[in-house]
């Protein structure tokens, strides 16, 4: 796809620099919602809370909070967006919400560059049972 005027839509597993769609599109407006139904039944601690603002504020991009859907959304008629670029997830939580504003609106998803490339998918959930996996593969090389 190519958009005229997208939107950005940045979500947890892109927030930094090396976002994709902001490396491919610098000048377009760019969204990170905290999505406070996630953050109540995951009970997600404030320092990760922190952890995402302090991320998100190194960022050129708008802030929301509430329902992802809805705000991505809104932000691109807001902006007369003719589509939505992000990062393409790999939390089955964001692929969901990817797939929602996608019945809404264009979406193009761009394949990050990795971290790590590791020989088999991360198992997700914690970041420690990942770190445990990826350690070795980051640290093999020095």
């Given at each position: ?8 839509w ?72 003719d ?10 939580r ?49």
């Amino acid at each position: 796809m190519s958009f005229q005027r997208p939107v950005i839509w940045v979500h947890e597993e892109a927030l930094g620099s090396s976002n994709p769609a902001l490396l491919e599109r610098p000048n377009s407006p760019a969204l990170f919602v905290f999505d406070t139904r996630w953050i109540q039944e995951a009970r997600i601690s404030r320092k990760r809370l922190g952890f995402l603002y302090e991320s998100a504020l190194d960022l050129p991009i708008t802030l929301r909070k509430g329902d992802v859907v809805k705000e991505v959304i809104a932000f691109a008629e807001r902006h007369n967006a003719d589509g939505i670029l992000s990062s393409l997830p790999v939390d089955p939580r964001l692929e969901r919400i990817a797939a929602s504003i996608e019945e809404h609106c264009p979406l193009e998803l761009l394949e990050p560059e990795p971290f790590v490339s590791m020989p088999r998918p991360p198992r997700l959930g914690r970041f420690s049972r990942y770190w445990r996996e990826a350690e070795p593969v980051v640290w093999g090389g020095f």
